[in-house]
């Protein structure tokens, strides 16, 4: 059976940045980089995005388009004889499987918040902790969170079932372009409130006391964790993408493009959160340690509800929201779906889909049930949702990002010789042969060194 392939260079593109832009690039790294130095963190952040996210990223694409394959099978085809990287594989399908876990909880989040603000019926709500509260009844909702988090899914397969092209590649595009507009449209208006000047001073002008004052070390740490995380590398969320575009094109212009579009995304966020945070709050009030989806639902309400068409921007927000997540969502089912498609005989669509749609039912009811009836069960101090969060974030994406590396520049694995003649096939910017020695020798360290320190 024929693979599939995209439709237009700029279904690629869209899709593999909607697959790297997750719910993280909005209310996490506006309130990292102001409380770690505004510009200054931001230009140490794009650094690691360099050095650390753009060398994976190309080995994840590469493998991808190789291989022709998704990280179910890549590995099998591409190594030689008797060598055991395929066994990624178990590690990549069960990182798919665990990421989507808790992501389609958190998504189900946003659809309700939607409908919050689409109805006004939290609109007159001002504080952050009566809006707490509000947050805390809907997480501890069972019923709710079931039917919405299982509407997630329904609709992520759908789009699935409807082929590559057709369903994949149109409605992605349409959510992507969207969100966009949105986030625009959203920052423009951020930057018109009464003390937008004092939260953009304080978020872009950098601060080296803030970043003394934080640690120098805490700070570099803290950049390297979120340029790294942001771009879901390692468990072959991108790779799959790689396997359905040809080799008209080099590698490097496409994973530029890629990480330019979610790091626009980051810090287009920033121009929402810091103006209104200024005009509204006094300033942010979260910290940059802890701070997590919550900070959404309670700082950022509260500040919706005090503006002037508060129930418009929480509704356009909470939107731009719902295309983040599922544009997310759509792009790591397409992997699933993809595994199912390689690993198995069946070869429909719609009934790969429909398993997939009974056990996700099944498999996110743990990180459902964590946040109320199974509040008390602890691994490890974790409750069942940050515990599969952790081990995606903490282990899955830094070892899959090694494995990538290796695999890619040692003579162990498919060598530095095939990866190179892989990104550079085609037209565009080249990927320069002197990166080499740095991806074998200096990046599998870094890795090493993020993997350490996340887990610690």
Same mark, same amino acid.
């Given at each position: 059976?024929?693979?599939e392939k995209f439709g237009s260079r700029l279904g690629f593109i869209l899709i593999s940045a909607g697959c790297a832009i997750g719910l993280g690039n909005v209310y996490r790294f506006p309130i990292i980089a102001g409380a770690y130095g505004g510009a200054a963190f931001v230009i140490i952040y794009i650094l690691f995005l360099l050095l650390l996210g753009l060398p994976v990223m190309m080995a994840e694409l590469a493998v991808g388009r190789a291989s022709q394959r998704s990280i179910a099978t890549s590995f099998d085809v591409l190594e030689k004889p008797k060598q055991k990287w395929h066994l990624m594989k178990y590690a990549g399908v069960a990182g798919n499987y665990l990421l989507m876990m808790f992501y389609c909880t958190i998504s189900c989040w946003m @659809?309700?918040? @939607? @409908?919050?603000?689409?109805?006004? %019926?939290?609109?007159?709500?001002?504080?952050?902790? %009566?809006?707490? %509260?509000?947050f805390g009844g809907v997480v501890t909702d069972t019923s709710l969170n079931i039917y919405v988090?299982?509407?997630?899914?329904?609709?992520?397969?759908?789009?699935?079932?409807?082929?590559?092209?057709?369903?994949?590649e149109r409605i992605t595009k349409v959510m992507m372009v969207a969100l966009l507009v949105l986030l625009i449209g959203l920052g423009i208006y951020s930057c018109t409130l009464s003390n937008a000047a004092e939260g953009l001073k304080f978020y872009l002008i950098p601060s080296f006391s803030k970043m003394a004052e934080a640690g120098v070390g805490t700070v570099v740490s803290a950049a390297m964790g979120q340029a790294f995380f942001t771009l879901s590398i390692g468990i072959g969320s991108v790779a799959i993408f790689g396997s359905y575009i040809g080799r008209e094109r080099r590698l490097l212009g496409e994973a530029c493009t890629i990480i330019g579009l979610d790091t626009f995304v980051a810090l287009m966020s920033g121009l929402i959160v810091f103006p209104a945070c200024f005009t509204y709050n006094n300033g942010v009030t979260a910290d940059a340690g802890t701070v997590g989806a919550g900070f959404l639902f309670t700082t950022l309400s509260s500040i919706f509800n005090q503006m002037a068409g508060g129930r418009i921007v929480g509704t356009l927000f909470f939107l731009f929201m719902i295309f983040a997540a599922m544009s997310t969502v759509i792009a790591v089912f397409e992997n699933i779906v993809s595994f199912w498609l390689e690993l198995t005989k069946i070869k429909k669509r719609w009934v790969i889909c429909l398993i997939n749609i009974a056990l996700m039912m099944v498999l996110c009811l743990p990180c459902i049930l964590s946040n109320n009836l199974w509040a008390d069960i602890k691994v490890f101090g974790f409750n069942l949702m940050d515990l599969e969060d952790h081990v995606v974030s903490n282990w899955l994406l830094p070892i899959g990002s090694l494995v990538y590396v290796l695999f890619c520049t040692t003579r162990y694995g498919w060598g530095a010789k095939n990866f190179m003649a892989e990104v550079n096939a085609g037209e565009g910017a080249k990927y320069p042969q002197w990166i080499m020695p740095y991806m074998k020798f200096v990046l599998p360290v870094i890795i090493l060194v993020v993997f350490i320190v996340s887990v610690l």
């Open positions: 059976m024929e693979r @659809f309700i918040y @939607f @409908f919050k603000y689409l109805t006004g %019926s939290i609109i007159d709500i001002k504080d952050a902790e %009566s809006l707490g %509260s509000v988090t299982y509407a997630v899914i329904i609709i992520g397969f759908l789009v699935c079932a409807l082929g590559l092209q057709k369903g994949v």
